[in-house]
Antibody
Framework: QVQLVQSGAEVKKPGASVKVSCKAS????????MHWVRQAPGQGLEWMGI????????SYAQKFQGRVTMTRDTSTSTVYMELSSLRSDDTAVYYC?????????????WGQGTLVTVSS | QSALTQPASVSGSPGQSITISCTGT?????????VSWYQQHPGKAPKLMIY???NRPSGVSNRFSGSKSGNTASLTISGLQAEDEADYYC????????FGTGTKVTVL
């Protein structure tokens, strides 16, 4: 079955960077685009961007342009999301999500989430 | 882009039907049939419940249905059950995802 397994919780200081991984299994890695979505404590969902595991092309939400980098390693079926210049309001659970429901390919598989805490 | 607007909370008794609204603009909800709905239980990842306004992924109960009129989309849950108590988010998927503000559904 499809599984997206994310790396563990992180605690970072303001100004630092964090790199979260998402290892996919149960399907051909390059078949589905991978999205990243985050959720601050008690808040709603926020889309960060998307990566095509096949060619590595990316598209980022305007809010994160210049601070986020999404990459992939096809040899390990893993996607990475790196966020730099961390601030306290970047404290959130970060999810990877992939799959394809419908012609527009809505992602329907989610990782378990990775809590990133930014605190001095 | 501002988040799509949802009511903060909706409640209903078991067996009843409830409807959650999701209001956007002609640039997102109103302009395309790319509305989806997600259910999220506390501490869990979201789950896709509806896509393309009214389609259900395999395995999702037919008690969940979606519709759209103008710039407002709606999710209806019929035959409300205790397990439906969760947060629900709408989204518009037009190249990027724009999510709604979220609605907490309480089963009385």
């Amino acid at each position: 079955q499809v599984q997206l397994v994310q790396s563990g919780a992180e605690v970072k200081k303001p100004g630092a960077s964090v790199k979260v991984s998402c290892k996919a299994s149960g399907y051909p890695f390059t078949r589905y685009f991978m999205h990243w979505v985050r959720q601050a404590p008690g808040q709603g969902l926020e889309w960060m961007g998307i990566i095509n595991p096949s060619g590595g092309s990316t598209s980022y939400a305007q809010k994160f342009q210049g601070r986020v980098t999404m990459t992939r390693d096809t040899s390990t079926s893993t996607v990475y999301m790196e966020l730099s210049s961390l601030r306290s309001d970047d404290t959130a659970v970060y999810y990877c999500t992939s799959g394809c429901s419908g012609g527009r390919c809505y992602p329907d598989y989610w990782g378990q989430g990775t809590l990133v805490t930014v605190s001095s | 882009q501002s988040a799509l607007t949802q009511p903060a909370s909706v409640s209903g008794s078991p067996g009843q039907s409830i409807t959650i609204s999701c209001t956007g603009t002609s640039s997102d909800v109103g302009g395309y049939n790319y509305v989806s709905w997600y259910q999220q239980h506390p501490g869990k990842a979201p789950k896709l419940m509806i896509y393309d306004v009214s389609n259900r992924p395999s395995g999702v109960s037919n008690r969940f249905s979606g519709s759209k009129s103008g710039n407002t989309a709606s999710l209806t849950i019929s035959g409300l059950q205790a397990e439906d108590e969760a947060d629900y988010y709408c989204s518009s998927y037009t190249g990027s995802f724009l999510f709604g503000t979220g609605t907490k559904v309480t089963v009385l």
